[in-house]
């Protein structure tokens, strides 16, 4: 004992000593390390619904990753960020998720890929200042159960962890419906296709069984053939009750001065439940064309989670001319977005109730008036606890095309307001104008200015709100103004001004014809103000109602019976509600919504209807995308001296500290040498 403790404290001992704690830093550290990630939206941290998501499996949930090697930098740092947040995934999950990435160079492996429904992807690749195209792998196959998901090409991080999270709280609810079915049940998917459109010169029509079964052969692997498929033939007795059915579209052609009918649709079916894929015939300018067959497998998909799994359902009112959310002119895209996490379901108030069990309904662009029991129902509605979302237009295409179908806007007087107006928010009919606007080159009269395009950036979004977090720039189209005035004054609801215009805004009220050569800024500078143009309210309400109306369906006692007196009528919210508002309907079609949802309206958009349902995680993972943080840019000579400063400003600062640290050095180095060696006349260049 007496030796080692004369060991310990001989200085032979130290390194000893450190290297033996170096050892254990470095276990310590590959069993408990920490990361920190000082991105401002946190792209490379969860989100507490991923977290939750992979916390509580209940089996094995295995990702494969299928990535080249030697891919271009830009693709390279596409696999790192995968790779990065899939360590995020391992350390939140429980021991039932497990990380296996796959050796490209291995031919087993690239089997493995065509077998899982993994292709190869053509990217560009500059190699001795050449240009060349290369085939390689960038795909993620993810099983749980006896279901497989595939996100194939992973191409950008933006948006990775919303879809990898959203793929598997699918799969887990996907797998509980498989289990459920029984050892012989399956669901089946039928092309309804009668034969003579094949003869009338319709393209796709010969193709479409060819196209529909390749789909499924991959949709059915990868749900371990649970799927049946076949193709009927309907005569034209049997279309009408087909096409009644299952809402697929029925043909009427003449046969040899006979009038037939037809039926094109694509249906799984399970059960009493069905879902109608969107293929139908569809009229160009080159002609008739079958449509919805270009990207048929990722239909399948979501036709099978939205039959089989338990999603909440969104209300879409119809009835009043609201926007087409089936139609593709309109918001089509939209419609699109929604259904791949909610079940879209259009009610006509006239002759239905919302649904009990109903989370959210959309009112879209309406250019009719409601009646007094439509208007009642979202009311009612609203106060027992639901939420609405209503886009709204002041003003509205009168149909009449002016000179050069330029569009002419008129009031559009819609009795909605007069819900809203209890509510708190005054709604005005007109349209918003802002100079901080889009623009456009024009070679013949130069920069044009859409004015009632208002571009919105940064400052004009709530802050810290998790709808608009993160958010940049998005263009707020044919928008108008919103005033929440008396909103603000009651105490039960809290009200966020989620978009203002900038502060160089007016208005402009009926007859209005966007035209950027027919519309000036007002010259007199106390016109412009900012406004509101999207709102949301939270809280308890007050109904806009004194009693229910005349029509609404209640049991009243008669004169000649004991029958008690019901009614169902509320007068304040039961529960708390939440109420979106936007002054534009326009925002929500393809105008400014893409189909993959990658614009910034889709974000925002989508945000909106996930904070609304109640999914506020799914906004934070579709705001890191980094793409949509732009830089708001003041002035044209602010760019530019940002931009020559990043070119060559860094560089020549650091010159700069390069020469300072020399000669401060150099002034040291004379000093020590006059101190301690005054005699010394020579001179020190090192």
């Keep these: 004992m007496k030796n080692l403790l004369k060991w310990l404290k001989s200085p032979k001992s130290d390194f000893i000593l450190f290297v033996i704690f170096l050892v254990l830093l470095n276990i310590v550290g590959h069993r408990a390390f920490v990361r920190f990630d000082l991105t401002a939206p946190k792209s490379y941290s969860l989100s507490k619904a991923s977290k939750t998501v992979v916390k509580n499996l209940d089996s094995p949930l295995s990702v494969r990753v299928f990535f080249s090697d030697k891919l271009p930098s830009t693709y390279a740092n596409v696999y790192q960020y995968v790779k990065d947040i899939l360590v995020e995934y391992k350390g939140a999950a429980n021991k039932n998720f497990s990380v296996s990435y796959m050796d490209m160079s291995k031919p087993e492996n690239e089997e493995l890929a065509r077998d899982l429904g993994i292709q190869q992807v053509q990217i560009q690749e500059i190699k001795n200042n050449e240009v060349g195209l290369k085939q390689v792998y960038m795909g993620v196959a993810i099983a749980y159960g006896d279901n497989i998901e595939i996100m194939n090409p992973v191409q950008t991080s933006d948006g990775f962890e919303l879809e990898f999270t959203t793929r598997i709280s699918k799969m887990i609810s996907m797998a509980d419906a498989l289990a459920g079915l029984g050892k012989n049940e399956k669901i089946s998917l039928t092309l309804y296709l009668t034969d003579d459109l094949k003869r009338l010169g319709i393209s796709g029509a010969e193709e479409a069984d060819e196209i529909i079964r390749n789909a499924y052969n991959t949709i059915n692997r990868q749900n371990f053939d649970r799927i049946d498929y076949k193709v009927v033939s309907p005569d034209s007795a049997e279309s009408d009750a087909l096409a009644a059915k299952y809402g697929i579209q029925s043909i009427s052609y003449a046969d040899k001065g006979v009038q037939k009918k037809a039926v094109l649709g694509l249906v799984l079916e399970h059960g009493d439940s069905f879902y109608a894929l969107p293929v139908s015939i569809q009229r160009s300018f080159f002609g008739y064309a079958v449509g919805g067959l270009e990207d048929v497998e990722t239909s399948l998909n979501e036709g099978l989670h939205s039959l089989l799994s338990n999603t909440k359902a969104v209300g879409y009112i119809t009835g009043h001319g609201e926007v087409d959310h089936t139609s593709a002119d309109y918001a089509a895209y939209f419609g699109k977005l929604i259904s791949r996490n909610y079940e879209l379901k259009d009610i006509d108030l006239n002759s239905a109730d919302i649904p009990v069990g109903m989370n959210s309904i959309i009112v879209n662009g309406p250019k009719q008036d409601f009646t007094e029991e439509e208007l009642y129902k979202i009311d009612q509605f609203l106060l027992r606890g639901g939420n609405v979302m209503i886009f709204i237009d ?293």
Excluded at 527 to 536: E, G, I, P, R, V
Excluded at 539 to 550: H, L, M, Q, V
Aim: glycine share 4%.
């Design 394 to 686: 002041g003003v509205a295409d009168d149909g009449k095309n002016q000179m050069y179908n330029l569009q002419h806007f008129v009031a559009n007087n819609n009795n909605l307001d007069r819900l809203l107006a209890k509510y708190g928010i005054e709604h005005s009919k007109n349209m918003v104008m802002d100079k901080n606007c889009y623009k456009s080159q024009n070679a013949q009269y130069g920069e044009l200015h859409f004015w009632w395009i208002p571009e919105l950036h940064k400052k004009n979004w709530a802050k810290k709100h998790v709808i608009t977090n993160n958010l940049g720039y998005i263009f707020m189209l044919y928008s108008s103004t919103l005033n929440p005035a008396d909103a603000l004054e009651n105490k039960n609801l809290k009200v966020t001004e989620l978009a203002k215009s900038s502060e160089e805004a007016w208005t402009l009220e009926d007859d209005i014809t966007p035209h950027p050569l027919y519309i000036e800024p007002p010259a007199d500078e106390s016109s412009f103000k900012q406004y509101d143009l999207a709102l949301l309210l939270e809280g308890k309400f007050d109904s806009a109602f004194d009693e229910a109306p005349a029509g609404i369906n209640q049991n009243e006692a008669s004169e000649d019976d004991n029958s008690l007196v019901t009614s169902n009528f509320i007068k304040s919210s039961v529960m708390p509600g939440k109420l979106f508002v936007a002054g534009s309907s326009e925002i929500t079609t393809s105008q400014v919504i893409d189909e993959n949802g990658a614009s910034p309206a889709a974000i925002f958009l989508m945000n909106v209807v996930d904070y609304m349902n109640g999914n506020e995680e799914l906004c934070t993972m579709r705001t890191k995308s980094l793409s949509v943080n732009n830089l708001t840019i003041k002035s044209a000579a602010g760019a530019n001296f940002w931009k020559f400063f990043n070119s060559f400003g860094i560089a020549l600062f650091v010159v700069l500290a390069g020469l300072l640290v020399w000669r401060l050095r150099s002034i040291r180095r004379h000093a020590i040498n006059k101190k301690y060696n005054p005699d010394d006349t020579r001179t020190i260049t090192k």
